[in-house]
């Protein structure tokens, strides 16, 4: 378990391995993920290197960086996630994703909570790319064909992102 440099508390933070610092820094660039987790460059870069360990709080910010990254990249490819934290928001009093998370914050605080629920609601927005189990689930939708689990329940009826009737 890791605990709260400062408070001790304890925090649900995965250990983050050196794929998982250099699938964000691609995803956002090292600059961007730099200044959203708090760090400069120099370190993200050792972080990321294992030449240094990660502090605690700034693997809370990371693995928060990471679910957000993750809600987002189901509508938008890397450019846009990276769009997508630089465009204000109104949900944010027209602040930007990136301003809300610049500096040293916890994921507890109310700013990154609300940056993670406005990400999260991305999650089966109507213009997320499909995956492709909800791919062929359309397709046999179109060709009036029912998909049905393992379970003998009717898979369409599960998908949150498809909107279609069973047919007979």
Known sequence: MVTNEESGEALEVPPLPRAGWVGLERALGAEVLAALIGVSTSSLRRYAAEARSTPNDVAARLHHVALIVGDVSGSHNDTGIRQWFARPRTELGKQTPAAVLAGAWAPRDD????????????????????????????????????????????????LDDVDCVQTP
């Open 111 to 158: 700013g990154p909570r609300r940056v993670r629920e406005l990400a999260a609601a991305l999650v089966g927005a109507p213009d997320s790319q499909p995956n492709a189990l909800t791919r062929a689930a359309l397709r046999d939708a179109e060709r009036g064909r029912v998909i049905r689990a393992r379970d003998g329940n009717d898979l369409l009826t599960q």
